[in-house]
């Protein structure tokens, strides 16, 4: 069932519940087809909000983090605010240094979409014009959301242009398992990969892949997140690093997975696109606290427009680009089924 309400005076800025059977729900504004809430239970059966949250939308308005928001066109940071297409340079806002990051300052994730509702599906869309941040091309652009009766909350993307045009779109919604104003350092983090990218002081990468195993990014297994932090040897105390799915990557085993032990609840990610930026919300202060909340962001490759070894991520004319996100939510008294990482 899907219930709407206004978010305040502004009439076209609208908030969707979206509840299963169970009662468990999740909340989806149309500014920014942000996540707001992921109401779902612990092992308890207790109800309780996931994702980090601001309780009025004006603080949606000046948000610095991102906070449960669709990016894009090009998720995460492009080198010098600038690439090269087809022979032609084109220059993107700079507002990360000297760098360009989520879109730009008129990214996805402060634009207000227009929705339709069919059955169990919202579906926010939006069109960003050619040069929107530097970018060229007009991009027709929607994202669908739909949340099942096993808690599996599906993100939809879809895009087409009429110029070729990178596009990375994610989501960047702040988890937390164990409840608002606690530390996400003593959760359990699995990926399922053996690869990720190094990268330099400013996030991004020198173009090396590196094996995961042995070192700080080796979360082959479920491992407790703040074990892994002192083997780390960047600029960073926690985690901002690109995992890249295997070769050998089998679609429906999860890409990444966090498990909380108080609450016994966990969150698998599956995904078509070909890997997760995992962070673990350093940066995030008042009214949040540093670590209140850990991000998985399926996207592609940060600065892939750059990196020619990297897979490429142009839309082309004529083209359709569709891909997916599912957070599975689920507990750990759940029986879990053979494909899914061990509890």
């Known amino acids: 069932m899907i219930i709407i309400s206004t978010q305040t005076k502004r009439e076209n800025i609208f908030l969707f519940r979206i509840t299963n059977f169970t009662g468990a729900y999740v909340e989806i504004s149309n500014y920014g087809a942000s996540i707001v809430s992921v109401v779902v239970p612990d092992q308890h059966n207790k109800l309780e909000n996931i994702v980090l949250r601001y ?91 739909s949340f ?74 479920y491992k407790k997140i703040k074990s892994m932090m002192p083997l780390k040897q960047d600029n960073l105390q926690g985690y901002n690093a690109y995992f890249m799915k295997d070769k050998d990557y089998k679609e429906d085993l999860p890409l990444a997975s966090i498990r909380n032990e108080q609450s016994g ?9 070909p890997g997760v930026l995992v962070y673990t919300g350093d940066f995030l202060s008042d009214p949040f606290i540093p670590f209140g909340g850990i991000c998985l962001e399926a996207q592609f490759p940060p600065d892939g427009v750059n990196q020619s070894s990297f897979m490429s991520n142009i839309l082309h004319p004529g083209k359709i680009k569709t891909d997916t996100i599912k957070y599975r939510f689920r507990c750990r008294k759940e029986a879990p089924f053979d494909h899914r990482p061990k509890d």
């Open 265 to 273: 609840r966990i969150i698998d990610l599956y995904t078509t696109i």
């Open 55 to 145: 309780n009025n939308l004006e603080d949606y308005l000046s948000d610095p983090y991102y906070m449960g928001a669709t990016i894009g066109r090009v998720a995460n940071r492009i080198s010098n605010a600038q690439f090269t297409l087809n022979r032609q340079t084109f220059q993107l806002d700079k507002n990360v240094g000297n760098n360009s990051n989520h879109g730009g300052y008129n990214g996805f994730h402060q634009k207000i979409f227009d929705y339709t509702i069919s059955g169990e599906e919202l579906t926010l869309y939006t069109i960003s014009k050619d040069k929107e941040g530097g970018f060229p091309g007009e991009v027709n652009f929607s994202v669908t959301y």
């Open 148 to 221: 099942s009766d096993c808690n599996e909350l599906c993100i939809t993307y879809r895009a087409e242009s009429n110029q070729p045009t990178p596009i990375n779109f994610t989501n960047h919604a702040y988890f937390n398992l164990g409840g608002s104003n606690k530390s996400i350092l003593e959760d359990l983090l699995w990926v399922n990969t053996k690869q990720y990218l190094e990268t330099n002081a400013e996030f991004l990468p020198t173009g090396k892949t590196c094996s995961t195993v042995g070192t700080a990014f080796d979360f082959g297994s």
